[in-house]
């Protein structure tokens, strides 16, 4: 009877130290599925702002502008108008203002008149090169014609 008083005894005890080491196991488990979530966050959070606002794509700078509060139609707005609208709300000024394309100036001196007398001669001078059949030199007189004529047309505009 002793002997199964023991091995009843020892079997409660046995639980009892296996439900005592499951609970320490599972807040083990907890505390490291928390660190590695906040690691993850901090890391996300890092990685945004490493990354400059110039660089990210479209589709970020659209993710992080869903956050700006009171803005809406984010999703229909061009790169330049969302760039623009976080660099507002987080109070970023540019240094440099954008970068526009050069626009070719045309020379003002020349006149309608002038412009279709050269292509006038590049046309008759493309003549005699077809009949020699130099079909390189035929290729650009027929572009340089082709240039003086636009130029006509924005002279002629004003």
């Known amino acids: 009877m002793e002997e199964e008083v023991k091995e009843e005894i020892k079997e409660e005890v046995k639980d009892e130290v ?4 499951k609970e ?15 690691e993850e966050e901090s890391g996300e959070e890092q990685k945004e702002e490493e990354k400059p606002l110039d660089k990210m794509t479209v589709k970020e700078l659209r993710d992080i502008a869903i ?7 984010v999703i229909a707005m061009k790169k330049e108008e969302v ?17 526009r394309k050069k626009v070719k100036k045309i020379k003002t001196g020349i006149s309608v008149k002038e412009l279709k007398e050269k292509a006038a001669k590049l046309r008759e ?4 090169m077809s009949g ?3 079909r390189n030199k035929v290729a650009i007189l027929r572009k340089r014609i082709n240039r003086l004529k636009k130029q006509t047309r924005k002279v002629a505009q004003g």
């Open 125 to 128: 001078d493309k003549k005699t």
């Open 67 to 73: 956050d700006i509060p009171g803005v809406t139609g």
């Open 24 to 38: 320490e196991v599972k807040e083990e488990v907890k505390e490291e599925i928390t660190s590695e979530q906040k």
């Open 18 to 21: 296996k439900d005592e080491v």
């Open 83 to 99: 760039l623009a609208l976080i660099k507002e709300y987080r109070g970023i000024t540019d240094e440099e203002p954008p970068k």
């Open 132 to 134: 020699a059949k130099n």
